[in-house]
């Protein structure tokens, strides 16, 4: 499935902005995006495996809210990084 990663994530993906992974749920797909580009899981999940606040994961335009969430093939998977500032 393609997945969009958001400017923040791509020097993980050599400044891909779009990339492949496979799983049927969110962690087996994140966990397939990290074998292919190490160290980039870590950016969006954290310790107690839970999305970091600052990500929101999108499958096929709902946002996730666990990692558990199903994601059926073909279907797209958005990450966006939060912006801040003042």
Request: proline share 5%; glycine share 12%.
């Amino acid at each position: 499935m393609n997945i969009l990663v958001p400017n923040q994530l791509q020097a993980y993906t050599g400044g891909q902005s779009r990339v492949t992974a496979d799983g049927g749920t969110l962690a087996e797909v994140l966990a397939d995006l990290d074998t292919n580009y190490p160290g980039i899981r870590f950016r969006m999940i954290d310790e107690q495996d839970r999305i970091r606040e600052h990500i929101r994961i999108f499958v096929a335009g709902e946002n996730a809210a666990s990692l558990d969430v199903p994601v059926p093939r073909g279907v797209e998977v958005q990450i966006v990084g939060a912006l801040s500032g003042g």
